[in-house]
């Protein structure tokens, strides 16, 4: 799966820190928390964006979501989409699964705990 993304490539880096946007928000917002959480440069980060436009704005969502929360088929087409993402970045960069790191901040947070559950 092809996302837009906001790179910060480290030389020599031998780690993956995926970074995943709330709701409403760009893949370039946590990209300015990399240094803070990465200030060694051991990490790579790739920030993708949201799946899904926002109508009403500049920023995107990873899933529908209601009064009650996320929308069930919606959310869990995200979390695919993420980890098929994560897993063909993963390999292109030659970085195993294991040196990789998943945050996000919102619904970032939502598919970053779903993604270190399955």
């Given at each position: 799966m092809s996302l837009t993304t906001y790179r910060i490539t480290r030389d020599g880096a031998s780690r993956l820190l995926f970074l995943l946007h709330g709701w409403s928000a760009e893949q370039h917002h946590l990209a300015a928390y990399v240094p803070l959480v990465d200030p060694d440069e051991r990490f790579t980060a790739i920030c993708p964006r949201a799946l899904h436009d926002l109508p009403e704005g500049d920023g995107a969502s990873w899933y529908d979501r209601t009064a009650d929360g996320p929308v069930p088929g919606s959310f869990h087409a995200a979390v695919d989409a993420l980890a098929s993402f994560i897993?063909?970045?993963?390999?292109?960069?030659?970085?195993?699964?294991?040196r990789c790191v998943v945050g996000g901040f919102s619904q970032g947070g939502f598919l970053a705990v779903a993604r270190a559950g399955g």
């Open positions: 897993d063909a970045e993963a390999s292109a960069a030659g970085v195993p699964l294991d």
